[in-house]
T-cell receptor, first 112, second 115 residues
Framework: AQSVTQLGSHVSVSEGALVLLRCNYSSSVPPYLFWYVQYPNQGLQLLLKYTTGATLVKGINGFEAEFKKSETSFHLTKPSAHMSDAAEYFC??????????FGQGTELSVKP | DAEITQSPRHKITETGRQVTLACHQT?????MFWYRQDLGHGLRLIHYSYGVQDTNKGEVSDGYSVSRSNTEDLPLTLESAASSQTSVYFC??????????????FGPGTRLTVL
């Protein structure tokens, strides 16, 4: 069975600081992993995804994530936070048939 | 540009009423999905469809139904609304038929309140 755990429902960083949002997964099949971002009162937007190939994946808005099979992790990072990064972030893993399982979400706050 | 739209964006209804939430996509995607978003639960799958006349139950399908009569639309019906169905509902679509790794594109959501 597949599952996703996001560590920390709320993360707060200062503007310019490193952003690290944690995601661990379990999967009985080779995983495809996704990070989505949700800005207030909007739908989800894909930040990046890992399917096959390079384990370090670069996404939009300066975010990147590294697939670590041995640690079953897919943590999201950004070297320098910007006020506009304040949003909710969801990690997800594929299930059979193209369905996704989502983590509970992490709300990122950015302090000036 | 192709897009996915939902209507209404906000809805208030009373317990026991039938409610239909609309989802329309112009991506020409075969796969369409309905999720509900609740605090502490992330997004949970309600129903999904892989094509016209195809519908399937997700993990939280009780009290909901869908129908797929064309490629573009997947309306979600709450047969008899309950307060537990107060939530934000998202529709999504993806391109390939049952292909893992597909990006799902999300609509803007419908906030439903059941009084």
């Amino acid at each position: 069975a597949q599952s996703v755990t996001q560590l920390g429902s709320h993360v707060s960083v200062s503007e310019g600081a490193l952003v690290l949002l944690r995601c661990n997964y379990s999967s009985s099949v080779p995983p495809y992993l996704f990070w989505y971002v949700q800005y207030p009162n909007q739908g989800l937007q894909l930040l990046l995804k890992y399917t096959t190939g390079a384990t370090l994946v670069k996404g939009i808005n300066g975010f990147e994530a590294e697939f670590k099979k041995s640690e079953t992790s897919f943590h999201l990072t950004k070297p320098s936070a910007h006020m506009s990064d304040a949003a909710e972030y969801f990690c997800a893993v594929n299930r059979q048939g193209g369905k996704l399982i989502f983590g509970q979400g992490t709300e990122l706050s950015v302090k000036p | 540009d192709a897009e996915i739209t939902q209507s209404p964006r906000h809805k208030i209804t009373e317990t026991g009423r039938q409610v239909t939430l609309a989802c329309h996509q112009t991506w020409n995607h075969n796969n369409m999905f309905w999720y509900r978003q609740d605090l502490g639960h992330g997004l949970r799958l309600i129903h999904y469809s892989y094509g016209v006349q195809d519908t399937n139950k997700g993990e939280v399908s009780d009290g909901y139904s869908v129908s797929r009569s064309n490629t573009e639309d997947l309306p979600l019906t709450l047969e008899s609304a309950a307060s537990s169905q107060t939530s934000v509902y998202f529709c999504a679509s993806s391109e390939r038929l049952a292909g893992a790794g597909d990006t799902q594109y999300f609509g803007p959501g419908t906030r439903l309140t059941v009084l």
